[in-house]
Structures are given as structure tokens and as C-alpha cells.
């Protein structure tokens, strides 16, 4: 499925082509672990999140908590993919500090999910953006590790076993991209699938997703060159800066007559450079055989069913819908439907409404004005000062001729600062607009006498200022008057 | 009046509940006993407190009428067992120091069902060996000898040896053990005990050291039948800690007890008869046949066309699962850590587990290992399972044609330590009728059949379908009726 | 398949147990006679055969997700070589 990509590396013997596939490790949202009873809550003291099945003791044995397994089906099927109902755990062996069993339980031979894909757009503003596959090869659910940490002491690492055992799903993507731009624009669409299915948090900065970038270069129509993989990388950007960097690296390495060793590299942020891990150096024999303390996981159709039952409306499916039913622009459509909370937000606004008909209205509303608002208090818009409920008030205020656009804004400011309902704010400071005609009347009459010569010059066709007779009234009146009705009574007044 | 400490599990449960005699008796009486016997290094720790609290809760529960099924029964326990703030080994240096800070569910079920734990109970060491010398602390000495007079320290068998010593020995009247090749089978008739390894499942494996987990299985190991059936019915039972746990309630062996054999067809495998097998094995064989013939069963032969292949595919599967339970021991969070000066992380690891890990440890995880290492899975682990999944369709095969089989528990009787540990393989050859049945998962005890030329114990062993522990006590009380098997090794120790 | 001293030397190494020359050349007969045996299960034609995965017939139970364990630092730590600030101490990693 290779669309075209424009982005190519220029070396010094010709372009190159980049070809990207992505491990993610999404954090699973479940109280407990994987495979014990002990809490994921991030952030608690060293050690005490941990069981001791976490720990590793002898004798200590796993079993699978059924919320992962549910969360991980329920994520294929929001990427169409196939649902293994048999699957079994393997171990995948190898000895690391924060490792305490000496093996993760994974899954390799026969994963829950198998193929599927998701559809991206580089540029979501551009209606006619293209839209491009990128193939999943597989989601299998995995143990974490725990956690080392290197700058407590000046010749010990310390180990905290908090995450260890903690549910990952690794999605396995397809080498499927072909630019940092679609890379991004990948991790970016999953992160939104999963928090809309609520499979996965998405917070990077916690760590609750992260990648394992795989990267090679070849010349545009030849064979996939060898590839590096470089470990968990916990943003979108940096994701992109490592494609972007390990591409030219490779590009490099290669023009200079070097090879590429297939290898683990690890990101470093502060340098904005890869370099291969030591610790890394012989982890490729594994040694993975079926975790022989569980037995193979069998999932009936009533389970099936259930998760299929309770997944939400996803992107995909609520931007063609805003589209077609409520008429938005393509645009706005994929702004409010790009988040899970952004959408969440937009469908209780217009409930609030009680009319499909001001969806246009409202989304206006919220991407320019709330989303302007947010953007300038550094919030997000769970943390809305205002809510749905007052901002259904507020476009209902202007739809039924209370509130003019500007008196509109006006309240808007006042409800982020007091977090008053509109409609008291209208009351307590008189910004109601009018309609008395007679009042408006008697504005437009003073407006038109104080400026006589410009009535002659619009009598003598400068039909542009109509609109500064507006503003003038509008002026006069404190921004209170219907715009419409003030329209009306100065084309009458001007004959 | 007879020695308490010549009771078995049952006399002493009955005799602690008509009265005649308390348990603290008991428990004292054998404490006393098990202190006298450090020739024999069945016990790695002992315990005489345990036995005696759990004693005095039995006299107390006498008193006030609520007596629980083991109540005034102190009892071995393997040290593959962990038990709560008792230093639990493996009989590895690598557990150094180890005391666990949780209960096997075994041996919660067991102090739950009223015993008392008289100590720790040696073995080899992960339970990797049948002649109990490869424990870190030293051999383990069966009590019994030869007629010959050479006096020759024989092997207790294994791995659990120290469980098979110190009940043919009168140290205890009962003991935990763990079958993961035949270890409770093969000790118990290298010294005219009996022992149960029930279907795969039946005891939790929680809080018992893992050797190979689609393998280990508890059982127990008494003088005879009626005990083991005791013991199993409180140490078995669903937990749903272990994923492998079976979820079915435990019948009343005890209760089930029946010697009465007509209606049952009792298979005689075949391949089982090998080649350079003594002959007095052979002869056992038939007498057992005799036996259960006398008890009304019909007998029929059958086929296990796979037999050969099951200890080769079990010292690929039985490894390459070890190889992989015991890379938790690794000087990070418990037991031994050997850090030489300067050395990093890997370099800790290593030295580790050089220094903590015996020979014959080591040598199973190197085999474990290398199946299991890149391009060698398909050829050897894969290819093993596959052989197991021939071996249980061979026994369901003979399902349809018997109810239970019977053969030899080994190809011999108890060897003299150090006569097979320089070669690993002759070892290995020990649990050729055992093994099996262990890949199959399913129940199977060895009880005495008689002595050998040399006065030693012989074992019988019966193999029942899955989940059919009575049949298989059943038939074993049948023999265990018919042999008389009253020889006891003479105190020497 | 048989194994020579570098063979050895290489598992050894996979399994994280320091072996000398002398040790991991001593072990190399021993080895091959053991893998030599085992490898006669290559006789058996297993073509139509499924790997064994349950050895007695059952399905694996789930868990509720419930927080029912953890919070036991002290337990956890309890055994430790080294333990410091709440942590297990190892040899500092460079990764
Ligand atoms: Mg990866
Ligand atoms: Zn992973």
C-alpha cells in the first residue's frame, strides 16, 4: 500500500527514501496489573505499588486481570483487526535489573489482535489532504518493567518495581511510513483511537505511551535497508526528531561506505541524537517459549460481543457524521472529532442546545472563541472554566436576539473570570441588547443630523458608509442595539 | 504400648481424638526423634516450636470438640515449601538467607487442617536430582542398608529425599513432596514408603519453589495408603492464585478407601518391560499382577508406543522451563549475591549464580538454555511438546482399554550415593517409568511391593487417568493389603 | 547437533553463570552426551501433531481488576541484599 511521499533525503549520491515502522506501548487504564493484584497509580513511593508476584519471590505465580484483556480486545476492534479468541503468553528471557522474574510475559507466537490499520491525514485543516493506510501487524499485551534509576548515587543504580507488571499493549505497526510527518501523524491518530475507546490514557510525558522507533533507508524502488530500532521514545516530536535524525545518520554511514548494523539506539533529547545501548548489546536471543504457568487465553463470543458492544462512536466514524448530519466544514469537523474530550465537550454543548440546528453556531463557538480562550488560560478543555451547559446558554442568548456577536464576547470574558451563568451576567450588568425601535430611531436620528455631510456624500452613492452609520449607532447605543433591527431603521432613515 | 513415634497419620488423628494420648505427646515424641537423626541430614531446619504450637491447638481443639481433619499430626515438610518466616532454600546456596515472608498454599492448607511442621525437609537441590546429592548441604542418607554388610550409604532416592528418609525412618509420620519427574514416586519406593503425585493441577503451586511449571505437582508421602489419602485431601484443592489450579472440589479419598478391584481392567504396559531390568523388578512386576488379580481386577495389556521418547522429551521440556523459572535468582532482591570488586550489573548476575547454583543446577539450565536459544526452539522444545501431546494420546488409547495401569516405579532399587552422580545420563535413566506419566499429568503413587536380594525396598507404581486419585489409592491399598510390607530399616543412625 | 567450548561458553553467557575455560570445556562432552540422547525425539514424525499447551484440559481464569494486593514495601524489601531509601541498590547500569 505505498503511497507516494515526497519526503526524500538528498545525499550526496542521489535521494533516499525513509521507511519507518512503529512499536508503540500504550499503557492499558486498569486499576490493577497485568497479571497481580497490586495498583497502577502513577507516581506512589518506590516499592510500594508492587506485590509479590511483581517481585518476583519464588513460588509466586501470574493471573491474567480480565479488564487488560478486554481493553486490549476492544482496541483491535476500533482498528478493524482480526481478534485472536486464542491466544496464549510467552516469556521472553533476559536479564535486566529492572526485570525481577529474568523474563517479560508477552506475547510472540500467537498474539490477541492480529492485522488491522488505521487511516491518517497529514494535514487535517486541508479537506483535500490525502488520507493514507498504515497497517497494524499486531497489538499483543505485555508485562512493563520496573524502573532504574542511575543519578541517586554515585555508584549504585536504584530499582523501583512500581511499573513492573503493569499491562502494556504493544502495537505493532506495518513499515509502513515513509516521512517524520506520517510517523507523527501515526502516533498522533492512535493516541486519539485510544482515548476514545479508553483503552489507554495517552499521557506521554508519564510515560503511559511510548515507541520503539524502527528506521532504515533505501533507495527510492530498492530493498528495505537494515534497520535500527531506537527504545522508547515518549513524544510525538521526538518520535519525528529521531526519524528525521537517525535517517541522516544512516544516510550517512552508508554514502561513506559504512553498513548499518541492526542494533538498539536510544534518543537523547537534550543532544537530539541516537546511540546505540550498551546494555542492549545481546539482546537478541531471547529465548521465547510459552509461559507454561498460564494456560492459553480462550475468549467465548458473549465476551467478544460485549466489547464490541461497548465501543464508543471512534474518529473515523464522528467526523464523517459532523460532516454529513450536522453540516460542519470538513475542517471543523476534524478539530472537534481529533479528541475524545474535544468531541465529548461539542456533543454536550449541543445537547445543551436542544437544537441540531446551532450545531454550526456552536462549533464556531468553541474552536474560535473557547478554544481561544483555553489556549491563552493554559488549560485544557476538561478543565473548561465555562461549561457545556453555560455555553448552550450563551449561543441560545444570541440566537434568540439577546446578545449581539460583540456582547456576546463581552459576556464570554466575564464568564471565564466569575464562572457566573450568562444570563445572570446579562441581568446584573444590563448588556441585553435592544430591539426598541423607537430608541433606535431616536440614536439613528441624532447620528444622521450630527453628520450631514457624510448623508450627502452616501445620497451621492458612497454606499460603504452605510457601515459607518451602523457602527456609529451601534456606538450611541453601547453596543446594545440589534444589529438587524439597526440595519433595518438606517437603510428606512436614509430612504 | 508401641512407640509414638511408629504411628502413622491416621493412628495418630484417631489416637489424639479418643484420648489416648495428647498431641503435645506426639509432637514431643517425634521433635525428640528428629533431633536424634542428624546422621541421616533429612532435616535442613528443624522446628520443634511449630510442631508444638499446632500440638497444643490440637489438645485445646480436643478439649473444646472441634478437631480439624490432621489435628495433632506433625508432619515434614519438603523445603521446596515456602513457609513463613522459615528460611526456605531449595537446598540452594542461591536462596542463602532467604526466609519468605508468605505461606505455600500446601502448607497453609496443612496448618489450616490442623499440623504441625517438625522442620524442613532436604532435597535435591530445585528439586533437580533422584539420589538427593545434589543439595547444597550435603546427601541425604537413607536409613536403609544392605544385607551385604558393607554398610555402603545408600540414597534415600529423590528429590525428595529428605521426605523419604525421615518417614522410613520414623522421623515424621508423613511429609510434603514434590513430583516433577517422579521425585515423590521414586524415593518413596527406593525406601518402602508410599507416595502420590496427584493429576497436574489438584495442589496449588503457589508458594512452592517452581523447578518446571507445566510439571510440578505437591503430593504426599506416608507409610501407607490410607495416609497418603489424608494428607492429599488437605493439601489438594482449587486456588485461584495458581492459573493452572484445577477448579473442582477434593473428593473423600479417605472415605472412598476400597481394596474391592472387580470391574476394573488393569493395563500392563508393554515398552515398560526394558531392557537389562533386574530381574527381580520383573518378578515384582508379576506379583503384582497376582495381586490385583487376587482383588478381583482383569488384566490386559496395552500399548504406550511412545514410551521411549518420554525422558528425552522430558530433559528438553523439564530444562528449558527451569532454565527460565530460575533466572529470578539473581542477587537483586533475595538470597545470595556475589559482587567481585568493580564488577557491573551483568558481571553480579553471572558470578551469582556461579557461586549459588550446584553442578547439577547449572548443567539442566545450560540444557535448558540451549533448546531454548535462537533456531534450536522448533528442533527441540516445539518437537518436544509435540512428542508429549503423542505420550498423553498413548494413555488416553489405553484408557479405552483399562482403567489403570501398573508397572515398576524404577528400573531399580536404591543406589549407593556417588555411584551414579558421575554420570549424569545413568541418572536421568532412573525415572524411565515414572516420567511419563508426569508429561501426561496424571495421578500416579508407588507403594512397597517387597525387598530385593539385599533386603532394599521395591516399588510398585499404579497410573490412573486424570482426576482419578481414587482409583489409583484404591488399587494401591489392594497391593498394599496383599505385600504386608512390614520391613523397616534397623536404627543405626 | 554438538556443542564445542565457545558453544558452551556463549549459553553460559546467555544464562548469566561466570564459567572458566576449564569449567565450560569440561562441560562440553557432558553437554553432548546429554544432547545426543534428546536428539533422537527428531525420530518421531510429530508433522500432524499440535504442541502440547494444556497438559490436563482447562481454560485460563481472569482476574477482576481490583487492587488486592501491593503496599507491602516491607515485605517486598524484606530479603534484600541491599536496600536503600525505599529502593533495591544494585551496581550502577550504564545503559
Ligand atoms: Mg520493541
Ligand atoms: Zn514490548
Not at chain 1, 502494556?168 to 510527518?181: G, N
Not at chain 2, 530385593?452 to 481414587?470: F, M, N, T
Not at chain 3, 487492587?67 to 507491602?72: A, F
Amino acid at each position: 500500500m505505498e503511497t507516494t511521499s515526497s519526503y526524500r533525503i538528498q545525499g550526496a549520491t542521489g535521494e533516499w527514501e525513509v521507511v519507518i515502522g512503529l512499536e508503540v506501548h500504550a499503557q492499558v487504564t486498569s486499576n490493577a496489573k497485568l497479571f497481580s493484584g497490586a495498583a497502577t497509580a502513577f507516581g506512589a513511593e518506590p516499592n510500594s505499588q508492587v506485590s509479590l508476584i511483581d517481585a518476583a519471590m519464588p513460588g509466586m505465580l501470574p493471573v491474567p486481570n480480565k479488564e487488560c484483556i478486554r481493553q486490549a480486545v476492544r482496541t483491535g476492534m476500533a482498528i478493524d483487526a482480526q481478534i485472536n479468541k486464542w491466544s496464549r503468553f510467552d516469556r521472553k528471557n533476559y536479564f535486566y535489573a529492572d526485570l525481577p522474574q529474568g523474563y517479560q510475559i508477552s506475547q510472540l507466537y500467537h498474539p490477541l489482535v492480529g492485522e488491522g490499520a488505521i487511516e491518517v491525514t497529514l494535514d487535517e485543516k486541508d479537506p483535500d489532504s490525502a488520507v493514507k493506510r498504515i497497517g497494524i501487524e499486531r497489538i499483543h499485551v505485555e508485562q512493563d518493567a520496573g524502573k532504574l534509576m542511575h543519578d541517586q548515587h554515585p555508584t549504585r543504580s536504584y530499582v523501583d518495581l512500581n511499573r513492573s507488571g503493569v499491562a502494556l499493549m504493544e502495537i505493532v505497526s506495518r513499515p509502513d511510513m515513509r516521512s517524520p510527518a506520517e510517523a507523527g501523524a501515526y502516533v498522533k491518530k492512535l493516541r486519539s483511537i485510544l482515548r476514545y475507546v479508553g483503552s489507554c490514557d495517552g499521557n506521554m510525558e508519564e510515560g503511559s505511551m511510548r515507541a520503539d522507533v524502527n528506521v532504515s533507508v533505501r533507495k527510492p524502488g530498492e530493498e528495505f535497508g537494515t534497520r535500527t530500532e531506537t527504545k522508547n521514545v515518549n513524544s510525538v516530536r521526538f518520535v519525528m526528531a529521531v526519524i528525521e535524525h537517525e535517517a541522516n545518520r544512516q544516510v550517512d554511514v552508508l554514502e561513506s561506505g559504512g553498513k548499518i548494523v541492526q542494533e538498539t539506539r536510544l534518543y537523547d533529547p537534550d543532544r537530539n541524537e541516537t546511540r546505540s545501548m550498551r546494555s542492549k548489546e545481546d539482546a537478541h536471543d531471547y529465548r521465547y517459549f510459552p509461559d507454561p504457568d498460564l494456560l492459553p487465553l480462550e475468549l467465548d463470543d458473549a465476551f467478544l460481543e460485549e466489547c464490541r458492544a461497548s465501543l464508543p462512536e471512534l474518529p473515523d466514524a464522528k467526523r464523517k457524521r459532523y460532516e454529513g448530519d450536522l453540516g460542519l466544514t470538513s475542517y471543523a469537523a476534524a478539530v472537534l472529532t481529533a479528541e475524545a474530550e474535544t468531541a465529548r465537550w461539542f456533543e454536550a454543548l449541543l445537547a445543551e442546545c436542544g437544537d441540531q440546528a446551532m450545531a454550526k453556531a456552536a462549533s464556531n463557538w468553541l474552536i474560535s472563541d473557547l478554544f481561544g480562550a483555553l489556549n491563552r488560560l493554559g488549560l485544557d478543555i476538561e478543565h473548561s472554566p465555562v461549561s457545556p451547559k453555560q455555553g448552550a446558554e450563551l449561543l441560545k442568548l444570541v440566537a434568540d436576539g439577546t446578545l449581539s456577536g460583540t456582547l456576546a464576547k463581552q459576556v464570554f470574558e466575564i464568564m471565564l473570570e466569575t464562572r457566573q451563568d450568562p444570563g445572570v451576567i446579562v441581568e446584573e450588568k444590563g448588556l441585553k441588547q435592544t430591539s426598541d425601535t423607537g430608541a433606535i430611531e431616536e440614536v439613528i436620528a441624532k447620528v444622521l443630523a450630527d453628520n450631514g455631510d457624510k448623508v450627502e456624500q452616501y445620497k451621492g452613492g458612497k454606499e460603504a458608509l452605510f457601515g459607518f452609520f451602523v457602527g456609529q449607532t451601534m456606538k450611541a447605543m453601547g453596543g446594545k442595539a440589534n444589529p438587524k433591527v439597526v440595519n433595518d431603521l438606517l437603510k428606512k432613515a436614509l430612504g | 504400648m508401641t512407640e509414638l513415634t511408629d504411628l502413622g497419620v491416621a493412628a495418630i488423628r484417631d489416637g489424639v481424638r479418643d484420648g489416648s494420648f495428647s498431641a503435645r505427646e506426639v509432637a514431643t515424641a517425634f521433635n525428640d526423634r528428629v533431633a536424634q537423626a542428624k546422621a541421616l541430614n533429612a532435616f535442613l531446619v528443624e522446628t520443634p516450636d511449630h510442631a508444638l504450637k499446632a500440638a497444643d491447638a490440637a489438645d485445646a481443639a480436643r478439649a473444646s470438640g472441634d478437631l480439624k481433619p490432621l489435628s495433632g499430626v506433625p508432619i515434614g515438610m519438603k523445603d521446596l515449601f515456602c513457609t513463613d518466616g522459615v528460611p526456605t532454600t531449595a537446598a540452594s546456596g542461591i536462596l542463602d538467607g532467604f526466609t519468605p515472608t508468605y505461606e505455600s498454599t500446601v502448607s497453609a492448607n496443612l496448618w489450616q487442617a490442623g499440623a504441625g511442621m517438625l522442620g524442613k525437609l532436604n532435597l535435591d537441590q530445585f528439586a533437580m536430582g533422584s539420589s538427593n546429592e545434589t543439595s547444597a548441604f550435603g546427601n541425604v542418607i537413607s536409613p536403609w542398608r544392605r544385607k551385604d554388610g558393607g554398610n555402603a550409604p545408600l540414597a534415600p532416592g529423590g528429590s525428595s529425599g529428605g521426605s523419604s528418609s525421615a518417614i522410613s525412618a520414623r522421623l515424621c509420620p508423613a511429609a510434603t513432596g514434590t513430583d516433577t519427574g517422579g521425585s515423590i514416586r521414586q524415593p518413596a519406593a527406593f525406601t518402602g514408603i508410599s507416595g502420590i503425585k496427584p493429576t497436574y493441577g489438584r495442589c496449588s503451586r503457589w508458594g512452592t519453589i517452581a523447578f518446571a511449571s507445566s510439571l510440578d505437582q505437591a503430593g504426599p508421602m506416608a507409610r501407607d495408603v490410607r495416609d497418603c489419602a489424608i494428607m492429599l485431601e488437605a493439601m489438594a484443592g482449587f486456588d485461584p492464585k495458581d492459573s493452572t489450579s484445577l477448579e473442582l472440589a477434593v473428593p473423600g479419598w479417605e472415605a472412598g478407601l476400597s481394596s474391592d478391584l472387580k470391574g476394573k481392567k488393569i493395563g500392563i504396559p508393554k515398552e515398560y518391560r526394558v531392557d537389562g531390568m533386574p530381574a527381580e523388578i520383573d518378578a515384582l512386576w508379576e506379583q503384582g499382577i497376582a495381586w490385583l488379580k487376587d482383588a478381583g481386577a482383569e488384566i490386559v495389556e496395552v500399548s504406550l508406543p511412545h514410551t521411549k521418547y518420554a525422558l528425552p522429551a522430558y530433559y528438553i521440556i523439564a530444562p528449558a522451563e527451569a532454565s527460565s523459572n530460575l533466572a529470578r535468582y539473581d542477587g537483586v532482591r533475595y538470597g545470595l549475591r556475589d559482587l567481585p570488586d568493580g564488577a557491573g550489573l551483568q558481571d553480579m548476575y553471572a558470578a551469582t549464580r556461579a557461586a549459588g547454583f550446584g553442578a547439577e543446577v547449572k548443567r539442566r539450565i545450560m540444557i535448558g538454555t540451549y533448546v531454548l536459544s535462537a533456531g534450536f526452539y522448533d528442533a527441540y522444545y516445539n518437537q518436544a511438546q509435540k512428542v508429549r501431546t503423542l505420550i498423553a494420546r498413548d494413555f488416553d488409547e489405553a484408557w479405552t482399554r483399562c482403567d489403570l495401569l501398573l508397572a515398576p516405579t524404577a528400573p531399580s532399587a536404591a543406589f549407593a550415593l556417588g555411584e551414579k552422580s558421575a554420570d549424569p545420563l545413568a541418572m536421568y535413566l532412573n525415572d524411565v517409568f515414572t516420567v511419563p506419566s508426569s508429561l501426561a499429568g496424571l495421578p500416579a503413587m508407588s507403594v512397597p511391593g517387597g525387598l530385593d536380594g539385599q533386603g532394599l525396598p521395591l516399588g510398585l507404581q499404579i497410573i490412573g487417568k486424570a482426576l482419578d486419585e481414587q482409583g489409583v489409592l484404591n488399587a494401591g491399598l489392594a497391593i498394599e493389603e496383599r505385600a504386608g510390607f512390614t520391613a523397616r530399616p534397623e536404627q543405626w543412625w | 547437533m554438538s556443542v564445542d567450548t565457545a558453544t558452551v561458553k556463549k549459553i553460559a553467557s546467555l544464562a548469566r553463570i561466570a564459567m572458566r575455560d576449564d569449567e565450560a570445556e569440561a562441560m562440553v562432552p557432558e553437554l553432548n552426551n546429554i544432547l545426543g540422547w534428546i536428539e533422537q525425539l527428531g525420530e518421531v514424525d510429530t508433522s500432524a501433531v499440535e504442541p502440547m499447551t494444556a497438559v490436563i484440559p482447562n481454560h485460563l481464569r481472569l482476574r477482576e481488576d481490583v487492587v488486592t494486593d501491593g503496599n507491602c514495601r516491607d515485605k517486598v524489601l524484606a530479603n534484600a541484599p541491599q536496600a536503600e531509601h525505599g529502593f533495591f541498590a544494585v551496581p550502577k547500569v550504564i545503559e
